[in-house]
């Protein structure tokens, strides 16, 4: 699915978590060219099985390495439907969570902001921006929306 | 033009590095009275011969003076990039540009959390001067072969100020 938002372009997909005790990572979207990466975040969707999910995280992996977009420390156990999960701030920081078990604000120390980056593809290669999470769940079953907004910096530059 | 952009209007340049054992400034835009520039970057679109790209920089230029003032630091090295590299005003002028180099998947992110491009205001020269941002570096190639698009997105301070490809 995708929107055209007042500035830039709105992608989503929705993601299933299925392993069992142990860790996995999903391709959230393919990378062509050079994009900046506005915003980027998900929402629990659907939760069968789901107490124990931690080492969350969003990286860009091209084949070969793995860069973080977020720490590898995000902790999403337990966490209900409507949850949602956001990266604002630098890649060794964890995502945000807010946690509709009550009504929540996304803020910190400094006031809450939406932190941008630059992604390239590598050259040639299939480039994912991908979620990764660990589990003691035998297995966990959950179903995340990820969405990310962003604008190309190049001709035929996209998030698909 | 690469994308609708409500908050700003996008503008690009193709510019040919030919240098042979110097240095060079081209032309990338040129600036009538005030803008907020929002985003500035370039992508290397060829790269015949591209050994060695260094020193390189923004800046402002003032035809009449002349003057200049760096938009980033000037000593961004693109030595060796292949075609598809990124280049990015991402911090002050003091700062060197970011650079995403497409041999392997690449990631650029802000100092602090937040806003990755690094916004300035530049006014052109009284009396009528052609003002022009500029692409500077310098090269060991005997010439150096390559082009880059350069790319801005900016908003108008007053009225008929622009910035238009030169």
């Given at each position: 699915?995708?929107?055209?938002?007042?500035?830039?372009?709105?992608?989503?997909?929705?993601?299933?978590?299925?392993?069992?005790?142990?860790?996995?990572?999903?391709?959230?979207?393919?990378?062509?060219?050079?994009?900046?990466?506005?915003?980027?975040?998900?929402?629990?969707?659907?939760?069968?099985?789901?107490?124990?999910?931690?080492?969350?995280?969003?990286?860009?992996?091209?084949?070969?390495?793995?860069?973080?977009?977020?720490?590898?420390?995000?902790?999403?156990?337990?966490?209900?439907?409507?949850?949602?999960?956001?990266?604002?701030?630098?890649?060794?920081?964890?995502?945000?969570?807010?946690?509709?078990?009550?009504?929540?604000?996304?803020?910190?120390?400094?006031?809450?902001?939406?932190?941008?980056?630059?992604?390239?593809?590598?050259?040639?290669?299939?480039?994912?921006?991908?979620?990764?999470?660990?589990?003691t769940d035998n297995p966990v079953a959950v179903v995340m929306r990820i969405s990310c907004q962003w604008?190309?910096?190049?001709?035929?530059?996209?998030?698909? | 033009?690469?994308?609708?952009?409500?908050?700003?209007?996008?503008?690009?340049?193709?510019?040919?590095?030919?240098?042979?054992?110097?240095?060079?400034?081209?032309?990338?835009?040129?600036?009538?009275?005030?803008?907020?520039?929002r985003q500035l970057w370039g992508v290397i679109q060829d790269a015949t011969s591209f050994a060695t790209c260094t020193a390189a920089s923004?800046?402002?230029?003032?035809?009449?003076?002349?003057?200049?003032?760096?938009?980033?630091?000037?000593?961004?090295?693109?030595?060796?990039?292949?075609?598809?590299?990124?280049?990015?005003?991402?911090?002050?002028?003091?700062?060197?540009?970011?650079?995403?180099?497409?041999?392997?998947?690449?990631?650029?992110?802000?100092?602090?959390?937040?806003?990755?491009?690094?916004?300035?205001?530049?006014?052109?020269?009284?009396?009528?001067?052609?003002?022009?941002?500029?692409?500077?570096?310098?090269?060991?190639?005997?010439?150096?072969?390559?082009?880059?698009?350069?790319?801005?997105?900016?908003?108008?301070?007053?009225?008929?100020?622009?910035?238009?490809?030169?």
């Amino acid at each position: 699915m995708q929107s055209t938002e007042s500035n830039g372009t709105t992608v989503h997909k929705d993601i299933t978590f299925t392993v069992a005790i142990g860790n996995q990572w999903l391709n959230c979207f393919t990378i062509t060219g050079s994009v900046l990466v506005q915003r980027l975040w998900g929402i629990v969707s659907a939760v069968t099985t789901f107490t124990n999910c931690t080492s969350a995280c969003f990286d860009l992996n091209d084949g070969a390495a793995t860069i973080q977009l977020t720490a590898a420390s995000g902790v999403l156990s337990g966490m209900p439907v409507g949850t949602i999960f956001a990266k604002a701030g630098l890649a060794a920081a964890a995502f945000v969570v807010l946690d509709n078990t009550a009504g929540d604000v996304g803020e910190s120390t400094v006031p809450l902001e939406w932190s941008e980056s630059i992604v390239t593809q590598k050259s040639g290669q299939p480039t994912y921006l991908r979620m990764g999470i660990s589990t003691t769940d035998n297995p966990v079953a959950v179903v995340m929306r990820i969405s990310c907004q962003w604008v190309p910096l190049t001709p035929g530059s996209k998030v698909t | 033009m690469l994308t609708a952009n409500p908050g700003g209007i996008q503008i690009s340049k193709t510019i040919t590095l030919a240098a042979s054992g110097g240095s060079e400034s081209l032309n990338c835009f040129t600036l009538t009275g005030s803008v907020w520039v929002r985003q500035l970057w370039g992508v290397i679109q060829d790269a015949t011969s591209f050994a060695t790209c260094t020193a390189a920089s923004f800046i402002l230029y003032e035809a009449t003076g002349p003057s200049t003032n760096q938009l980033t630091k000037n000593d961004g090295v693109l030595s060796a990039m292949a075609v598809g590299t990124v280049f990015a005003k991402v911090g002050l002028a003091g700062v060197t540009f970011g650079v995403l180099n497409n041999a392997a998947g690449a990631v650029l992110e802000p100092g602090a959390a937040g806003q990755i491009f690094s916004e300035f205001m530049v006014t052109q020269r009284t009396g009528a001067v052609v003002t022009t941002i500029q692409f500077q570096y310098t090269t060991a190639a005997t010439p150096i072969i390559g082009t880059a698009q350069i790319y801005a997105t900016y908003t108008p301070l007053t009225a008929g100020s622009k910035l238009i490809p030169a």
